[in-house]
C-alpha cells in the first residue's frame, strides 16, 4: 500500500512541476523584413497625418518601411503629438 502511495505521489508531482518553466530558459527570436509598422498604421502629429509606407525592394536594396505625411495641415488636430519611440 505505501509503495503504490508513493508512486501516485511521485507521478503527480512528476505532473505539475513539468509546466513550470524553468527561471534559466532561453528565448530565441528571428525576425526576416521588417515590421508590418511601429506605431499603428498611421496617426496624427502637430495637425499632419502620417501612413507607414512598407518596406520594399528598390533596386536590388531593401528600403525600410518608414512614416509618410499625407495631406495637408488640420488645425483641429494640430494639438495632437506624437511620442516617437527611439531604439
Not at 64 to 71: A, K, L, P
Request: glycine share 10%; net charge negative.
Amino acid at each position: 500500500m505505501k509503495k503504490k502511495l508513493a508512486l501516485i505521489c511521485a507521478v503527480l508531482l512528476a505532473a505539475v512541476a513539468a509546466p513550470l518553466p524553468n527561471a534559466d530558459a532561453v528565448s530565441v527570436s528571428i525576425s526576416v523584413g521588417d515590421q508590418p509598422y511601429y506605431y499603428g498604421p498611421n496617426y496624427w502629429d502637430s495637425g499632419y497625418f502620417y501612413v507607414w509606407i512598407p518596406g520594399h525592394y528598390y533596386h536590388h536594396h531593401w528600403v525600410h518601411g518608414y512614416y509618410g505625411r499625407q495631406g495637408g495641415w488640420h488645425r483641429e488636430y494640430a494639438h495632437e503629438h506624437h511620442h516617437h519611440h527611439h531604439d
